[in-house]
T-cell receptor
Framework: GENVEQHPSTLSVQEGDSAVIKCTYS??????FPWYKQELGKRPQLIIDIRSNVGEKKDQRIAVTLNKTAKHFSLHITETQPEDSAVYFCAATRSTSYGKLTFGQGTILTVHP | NAGVTQTPKFRILKIGQSMTLQCAQDMNHNYMYWYRQDPGMGLKLIYY???????DKGEVPNGYNVSRSTTEDFPLRLELAAPSQTSVYFC??????????????FGPGTRLLVL
Protein backbone atom coordinates (compact mmCIF):
# COMPACT_ATOMS: atom_id res chain seq x y z
CA GLY A 1 0.00 0.00 0.00
CA GLU A 2 0.85 3.67 -0.08
CA ASN A 3 3.18 5.21 2.48
CA VAL A 4 3.52 8.96 2.98
CA GLU A 5 6.36 10.54 4.91
CA GLN A 6 6.12 14.19 5.96
CA HIS A 7 8.87 16.55 7.14
CA PRO A 8 9.51 18.47 9.26
CA SER A 9 7.34 17.46 12.20
CA THR A 10 7.54 20.97 13.62
CA LEU A 11 8.31 24.28 11.94
CA SER A 12 8.68 27.65 13.60
CA VAL A 13 8.89 30.85 11.54
CA GLN A 14 8.62 34.58 12.01
CA GLU A 15 5.63 36.42 10.62
CA GLY A 16 6.28 37.33 7.00
CA ASP A 17 8.72 34.48 6.39
CA SER A 18 8.04 31.57 4.07
CA ALA A 19 7.33 28.02 5.22
CA VAL A 20 7.93 24.83 3.26
CA ILE A 21 6.64 21.37 4.16
CA LYS A 22 7.70 18.33 2.16
CA CYS A 23 6.10 14.93 1.65
CA THR A 24 7.33 11.83 -0.11
CA TYR A 25 5.13 8.97 -1.27
CA SER A 26 5.84 5.39 -2.23
CA UNK A 27 3.13 4.41 -4.73
CA UNK A 28 4.07 5.62 -8.20
CA UNK A 29 0.41 5.22 -9.25
CA UNK A 30 -0.77 7.88 -6.78
CA UNK A 31 -2.14 10.82 -8.74
CA UNK A 32 -3.97 13.07 -6.28
CA PHE A 33 -2.26 14.97 -3.47
CA PRO A 34 -4.31 17.17 -1.11
CA TRP A 35 -3.09 19.31 1.76
CA TYR A 36 -5.23 19.79 4.85
CA LYS A 37 -4.98 22.38 7.61
CA GLN A 38 -6.18 21.42 11.07
CA GLU A 39 -6.53 23.96 13.83
CA LEU A 40 -6.55 22.79 17.42
CA GLY A 41 -9.70 20.83 18.20
CA LYS A 42 -11.09 21.33 14.70
CA ARG A 43 -11.66 19.18 11.65
CA PRO A 44 -9.12 18.93 8.80
CA GLN A 45 -9.93 21.38 6.04
CA LEU A 46 -8.63 21.21 2.49
CA ILE A 47 -6.44 24.18 1.60
CA ILE A 48 -5.02 23.10 -1.75
CA ASP A 49 -4.61 19.98 -3.86
CA ILE A 50 -2.70 18.94 -6.94
CA ARG A 51 -3.17 16.21 -9.51
CA SER A 52 -0.38 14.38 -11.25
CA ASN A 53 -0.95 16.03 -14.60
CA VAL A 54 0.38 19.38 -13.31
CA GLY A 55 3.64 20.31 -11.63
CA GLU A 56 2.56 23.34 -9.62
CA LYS A 57 -0.58 25.00 -8.37
CA LYS A 58 -1.00 28.34 -6.60
CA ASP A 59 -3.76 29.92 -4.57
CA GLN A 60 -2.82 33.35 -3.24
CA ARG A 61 -0.11 32.77 -0.58
CA ILE A 62 -0.20 28.99 -0.86
CA ALA A 63 1.40 26.85 -3.53
CA VAL A 64 2.02 23.15 -4.01
CA THR A 65 4.68 21.60 -6.23
CA LEU A 66 4.84 18.00 -7.40
CA ASN A 67 7.85 16.04 -8.61
CA LYS A 68 6.55 12.73 -9.94
CA THR A 69 9.98 11.39 -10.78
CA ALA A 70 11.25 11.84 -7.24
CA LYS A 71 7.82 11.04 -5.77
CA HIS A 72 7.61 14.08 -3.58
CA PHE A 73 5.39 17.11 -3.25
CA SER A 74 5.72 20.25 -1.17
CA LEU A 75 3.53 22.94 0.37
CA HIS A 76 4.82 26.50 0.20
CA ILE A 77 3.29 29.28 2.30
CA THR A 78 4.59 32.79 1.65
CA GLU A 79 4.21 35.89 3.83
CA THR A 80 3.14 33.78 6.78
CA GLN A 81 0.69 35.20 9.30
CA PRO A 82 -0.08 34.12 12.89
CA GLU A 83 -3.39 32.67 11.71
CA ASP A 84 -1.43 30.21 9.55
CA SER A 85 -0.38 28.50 12.79
CA ALA A 86 -1.91 25.00 12.71
CA VAL A 87 -1.11 21.38 11.91
CA TYR A 88 -0.74 20.67 8.21
CA PHE A 89 -1.24 17.22 6.71
CA CYS A 90 -0.35 15.97 3.29
CA ALA A 91 -2.08 12.97 1.76
CA ALA A 92 -1.98 10.84 -1.35
CA THR A 93 -4.29 8.52 -3.25
CA ARG A 94 -4.77 7.03 -6.69
CA SER A 95 -7.85 7.27 -8.88
CA THR A 96 -8.46 3.50 -8.68
CA SER A 97 -8.57 3.61 -4.89
CA TYR A 98 -12.04 5.13 -4.28
CA GLY A 99 -10.45 8.24 -2.84
CA LYS A 100 -8.95 6.45 0.16
CA LEU A 101 -6.38 8.89 1.52
CA THR A 102 -3.06 7.94 3.08
CA PHE A 103 -1.93 10.78 5.33
CA GLY A 104 1.47 11.99 6.42
CA GLN A 105 2.21 12.39 10.10
CA GLY A 106 1.58 16.13 10.15
CA THR A 107 3.64 19.30 10.62
CA ILE A 108 2.99 21.70 13.47
CA LEU A 109 3.54 25.18 12.04
CA THR A 110 3.97 28.05 14.47
CA VAL A 111 4.14 31.61 13.14
CA HIS A 112 5.53 34.06 15.67
CA PRO A 113 4.30 37.69 15.47
CA ASN B 1 -26.37 22.38 3.85
CA ALA B 2 -25.10 21.08 7.17
CA GLY B 3 -22.33 19.16 5.39
CA VAL B 4 -20.96 16.24 7.40
CA THR B 5 -22.28 15.92 10.94
CA GLN B 6 -21.13 13.60 13.72
CA THR B 7 -22.55 12.66 17.09
CA PRO B 8 -21.63 12.55 19.89
CA LYS B 9 -18.88 15.17 20.20
CA PHE B 10 -17.30 13.47 23.17
CA ARG B 11 -17.80 10.18 24.96
CA ILE B 12 -16.17 8.27 27.78
CA LEU B 13 -16.47 4.48 27.61
CA LYS B 14 -15.49 1.81 30.03
CA ILE B 15 -13.39 -1.10 28.78
CA GLY B 16 -15.66 -3.71 27.22
CA GLN B 17 -18.55 -1.37 26.51
CA SER B 18 -19.91 -0.85 23.02
CA MET B 19 -21.13 2.24 21.21
CA THR B 20 -22.07 3.59 17.81
CA LEU B 21 -20.59 6.76 16.38
CA GLN B 22 -23.04 8.47 14.09
CA CYS B 23 -22.17 10.19 10.82
CA ALA B 24 -24.50 11.82 8.33
CA GLN B 25 -24.03 13.96 5.23
CA ASP B 26 -26.54 15.96 3.22
CA MET B 27 -24.46 16.54 0.10
CA ASN B 28 -25.64 13.41 -1.72
CA HIS B 29 -22.09 12.05 -1.64
CA ASN B 30 -21.76 8.38 -2.47
CA TYR B 31 -18.33 7.87 -0.91
CA MET B 32 -17.97 7.96 2.86
CA TYR B 33 -15.01 7.25 5.15
CA TRP B 34 -14.11 6.75 8.77
CA TYR B 35 -10.67 7.83 9.99
CA ARG B 36 -9.10 7.83 13.43
CA GLN B 37 -6.53 10.33 14.61
CA ASP B 38 -4.32 9.44 17.53
CA PRO B 39 -2.56 12.27 19.44
CA GLY B 40 0.21 13.84 17.39
CA MET B 41 -0.42 11.53 14.46
CA GLY B 42 -1.96 11.62 11.04
CA LEU B 43 -5.31 10.14 10.16
CA LYS B 44 -5.69 6.44 9.45
CA LEU B 45 -8.55 4.91 7.48
CA ILE B 46 -10.77 2.49 9.38
CA TYR B 47 -13.55 1.69 6.90
CA TYR B 48 -15.02 3.20 3.79
CA UNK B 49 -18.13 2.89 1.65
CA UNK B 50 -18.73 3.62 -2.01
CA UNK B 51 -22.51 3.50 -1.77
CA UNK B 52 -25.45 2.14 0.15
CA UNK B 53 -24.89 -1.50 1.00
CA UNK B 54 -21.20 -1.46 0.00
CA UNK B 55 -18.46 -1.21 2.62
CA ASP B 56 -14.84 -2.31 2.86
CA LYS B 57 -11.95 -2.31 5.30
CA GLY B 58 -9.30 0.33 5.47
CA GLU B 59 -5.91 0.26 7.12
CA VAL B 60 -7.02 -0.25 10.77
CA PRO B 61 -10.41 -2.04 10.84
CA ASN B 62 -9.92 -4.37 13.82
CA GLY B 63 -12.40 -3.75 16.62
CA TYR B 64 -14.83 -1.82 14.42
CA ASN B 65 -17.80 -2.47 12.20
CA VAL B 66 -19.78 -0.34 9.80
CA SER B 67 -23.00 -0.41 7.84
CA ARG B 68 -24.41 1.78 5.09
CA SER B 69 -28.13 1.33 4.64
CA THR B 70 -28.71 4.81 3.17
CA THR B 71 -26.66 7.28 1.15
CA GLU B 72 -26.77 9.80 3.99
CA ASP B 73 -25.70 7.73 7.01
CA PHE B 74 -22.54 5.79 7.81
CA PRO B 75 -22.40 4.68 11.47
CA LEU B 76 -19.28 3.19 13.04
CA ARG B 77 -19.75 0.52 15.67
CA LEU B 78 -17.21 -0.20 18.40
CA GLU B 79 -17.57 -3.56 20.05
CA LEU B 80 -15.79 -4.35 23.32
CA ALA B 81 -14.02 -1.01 23.66
CA ALA B 82 -10.31 -1.11 24.51
CA PRO B 83 -7.95 1.67 25.71
CA SER B 84 -6.21 1.46 22.30
CA GLN B 85 -9.39 2.83 20.74
CA THR B 86 -8.99 6.12 22.59
CA SER B 87 -8.77 8.55 19.70
CA VAL B 88 -10.55 11.22 17.71
CA TYR B 89 -12.78 9.79 15.01
CA PHE B 90 -13.50 11.70 11.84
CA CYS B 91 -16.10 10.87 9.26
CA UNK B 92 -15.63 12.21 5.74
CA UNK B 93 -17.50 12.14 2.46
CA UNK B 94 -16.89 12.90 -1.18
CA UNK B 95 -18.55 12.58 -4.53
CA UNK B 96 -17.13 9.55 -6.31
CA UNK B 97 -17.49 8.89 -10.01
CA UNK B 98 -15.48 6.17 -11.65
CA UNK B 99 -11.83 7.21 -11.61
CA UNK B 100 -12.47 10.82 -10.67
CA UNK B 101 -11.15 11.92 -7.28
CA UNK B 102 -13.11 14.64 -5.55
CA UNK B 103 -12.52 16.66 -2.40
CA UNK B 104 -13.18 14.92 0.90
CA UNK B 105 -15.14 16.93 3.43
CA PHE B 106 -14.68 16.09 7.08
CA GLY B 107 -17.09 16.11 9.98
CA PRO B 108 -16.26 17.86 13.28
CA GLY B 109 -15.05 14.65 14.90
CA THR B 110 -15.94 12.52 17.92
CA ARG B 111 -13.47 12.42 20.80
CA LEU B 112 -13.54 9.01 22.48
CA LEU B 113 -11.86 8.12 25.75
CA VAL B 114 -11.81 4.48 26.86
CA LEU B 115 -10.98 3.93 30.51
Amino acid sequence: GENVEQHPSTLSVQEGDSAVIKCTYSDSASNYFPWYKQELGKRPQLIIDIRSNVGEKKDQRIAVTLNKTAKHFSLHITETQPEDSAVYFCAATRSTSYGKLTFGQGTILTVHP
Amino acid sequence: NAGVTQTPKFRILKIGQSMTLQCAQDMNHNYMYWYRQDPGMGLKLIYYSVGAGITDKGEVPNGYNVSRSTTEDFPLRLELAAPSQTSVYFCASSYGSGRAIETQYFGPGTRLLVL
